[in-house]
């Protein structure tokens, strides 16, 4: 009987997803100001504040997974050393947040009236820049937690944090066009042409995909590669691979991952830019819908599919045999 990892429980698998999300449409919010500058005004705002509540409430469900919750609230103050990925990617999560929140608050009206110093768009473009590198750095880093994980090989890997990373954007960019579909000053009817916000949006999801889809070849592939391999290592790195790919978590990866949250979004995306014209806005709200099931579902697979290696017996057949 196979049995799943349950160490990392479903708080892990959720803070990984809206840490991932939550930073990826910052910066696609960031994107769209620079690319749009005064057409998605309350697109990018209402996306900032929706990035900062996904960041907070990931980091909650982290700290509610500890066995003493209290004790995380004190992360910053008792991580000091850096050599530590957990100190590193705390300070980089806080900085995140206070940045990100004094660019939402600087870009509402009540800042454009008392504070237009504040408000400015210089400043604003400021801390749009550096959201985005540290929203760069929050989406890396949930891969790099797991990778840090010792004894699970198929987090073990450089190709985790890449593969993170890109659903990470895929899955913010997605929510940011979901929010365009309710906020986009633009009226949408039949006969209008599609804003330039939407159409790189589309053009973002498109580019995103086919990339996490060669991540997550490649990743898998590589995984599998380990099969038959006498090394306790590479077999139980296979072993997990094959969970996803042909074993009893198949149907979800297939359905969940492959299927709704990259074949689908392909082909919205590509069908919008084809035809030009706002006439399937269900269409492209299913679309961003099964990127953010897809992201989902890929981060809890993935915790479930991570089998713990036998590294003593490794070791011994190393130096052994």
Not at 156 to 163: A, F, G, I, R, Y
Request: charged content about 10%.
């Amino acid at each position: 009987m196979t049995e799943f990892q349950l160490v990392w429980s479903w708080q892990i698998a959720l803070y990984l997803f809206l840490g991932g999300m939550g930073a990826g449409a910052f910066i696609m919010s960031a994107v769209l100001r620079f690319y749009d500058r005064g057409c998605t005004e309350k697109t990018v705002l209402v996306s900032s504040w929706i990035a900062i509540a996904c960041l907070a409430s990931g980091l909650l469900l982290l700290l509610f997974d500890l066995t003493n919750p209290l004790r995380g609230l004190l992360l910053w103050q008792s991580f000091s050393h850096f050599e530590s990925w957990m100190t590193i990617g705390a300070w980089i999560l806080f900085c995140g947040i206070i940045d990100m929140f004094l660019f939402a608050v600087a870009s509402t009206p009540w800042a454009q009236e008392h504070f237009p110093s504040i408000a400015s768009n210089r400043f604003k473009d400021a801390l749009a820049i550096i959201g985005s590198v540290l929203g760069f750095s929050i989406c890396a880093y949930t891969g790099i937690l797991l990778m840090c994980a010792p004894g699970v090989p198929l987090w073990n890997t450089l190709l985790l944090p890449c593969l993170f990373t890109v659903s990470a954007l895929d899955t913010g960019a997605a929510l940011v066009e979901l929010v365009s579909c309710a906020f986009d000053r633009q009226e949408r009817t039949e006969a209008a042409a599609k804003p330039r916000s939407s159409l790189l949006i589309e053009r973002i999801t498109i580019i995103l995909a086919v990339l996490e889809l060669a991540v997550l070849a490649v990743y898998l592939g590589t995984m599998l590669a380990g099969l038959g391999a006498a090394s306790a290592i590479e077999a139980t790195a296979a072993k997990s691979a094959a969970l996803l790919v042909n074993g009893m978590l198949a149907p979800q990866f297939w359905i969940l991952v492959v299927a709704l949250g990259l074949a689908l979004p392909l082909f919205v995306a590509g069908r919008g830019i084809a035809r030009g014209a706002i006439d399937a806005k269900a269409a492209t709200m299913c679309g961003a819908i099964g990127v953010l099931v897809g992201g989902c579902s890929l981060r809890f697979l993935i915790l479930l599919a991570g089998m713990h290696a036998d590294t003593v017996l490794d070791t011994f057949m190393t130096f052994f045999c």
